[in-house]
């Protein structure tokens, strides 16, 4: 298949100190001999050249570094140019490109040919966007390692242990007369399909966490009306999401803000105090807010410090926060419970660092990706449930073919997260989410 030539801004929007364009495909060659200054470019080395339009009239100058396919990004030959990143000068200088012979890239559309020339497998790609995106630490740490192949390693592996089983299997169909084949095989069958069952169990569980080190942990304030649940996270997030007032029920809906805490990507979700209400909107709040506290990582628990707090809501593990403090004798106050006056802004830092050392707690153990996207979650699962059913048909003494069957479907859901089955289904939906020029 010959592929047409892409090309597109590939920094940040003009005005800007430097505008990089990028070109990959195979006019890339013939686009340098129209339009540069230079008939053609040493391959690896930058140039100072001129960039001219269609008719030949100067849009810059810039330096201009060509990467001879298939030693490149994309596996093609790229041209990358830096120009002055002025929007007249980016939006000519990728009109005379594409009047040389190379369109728009759609998003994404470059790591896809990377991907496509087998450059990259599929969760590499994702880490590109992945580091892109990175707004804290641990996100970028975690798309570093993700790069460098944690989870091609992890998942191919896995493949790896199903092709071993799908020998032994295949051997026992292939040789059906020896009266003990079927013994022989069942138990290493057996044994080889409980270890990854466990694995894949143990990797939907932990990975819990590196999918919400990627999306954000979610915590939730929770507690009565008025309690100073949105003080609290308008305190939080240093800015007025939420309006505060000192009528009860003002907090209809849940108001979320994303924040980065101590490394960690966190949405802070404000609630509707919780009550019995006979107002049908506020009812609707009250069951939101119930909502978000059973999807939380972590909840906040906030009240008064002048009425003694219960709840028969409270679950382990969650952070119970007295507020008001400026209000009551600080001799009466707990010293187990934290207390803060939200108003004041007191004890915030204690509250932040006290939610930082939950979360780090929660990804103390994780030290590589294991599930970074729902995609991932999704294909374990669908795999997991293939060699559920094999070990079934295995116990009911159902042939190898039968289990055989299933294995292979497992492989199948494990490959299509490397990409290295069936990408075209998956494709689309892992590159639109990039941006464009990469
Ligand atoms: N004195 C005092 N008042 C507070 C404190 N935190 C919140 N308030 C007040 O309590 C009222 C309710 O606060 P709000 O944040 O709207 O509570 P919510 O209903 O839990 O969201 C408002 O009048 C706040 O100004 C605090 O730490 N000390
Ligand atoms: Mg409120």
Redesign the pocket.
Known sequence: MRRDTICALASGHPPAAISVIRVSGPETTSIIAERLSVSQLKPRHATLVELRSESGDQIDSGLAVFMLGPASYTGEDTLEISLHGGRMITELALQSIMSAGARLAEPGEFTRRAFEAGKLDLTRAEAVADLIDAESEAQLDQALKQMDGALETLYSGWREDLTETLALLEASIDFPDEEDAPERVDAPVRQKLENLKSALQQALADGNVTERIRDGFRIAIL?K???????LLNQLAKREAAI???I?G??RDVVEVRLTMGGYLVWVS?TA?LRETHDVVEAEGVRRALKAGDEADLRIW?HDAREPFRSDRVRPGDLVVS?????VDPKSVSRETLA?????GDGIDEVEAEIVARISSLTKNVTAPIITRARHRQGIERALAHLETASQNLDNGIGAELVSEDVRLASRDLGTLTGHVDPESVLGAVFSSFCIGK
């Open positions: 507690g009306p008025n309690a100073g649940k949105s003080t505060v007032t000192d009860p003002t907090t404000d105090g906030l507020n008001k403090s400026d209000l803060i006056s939200a108003k004041a």
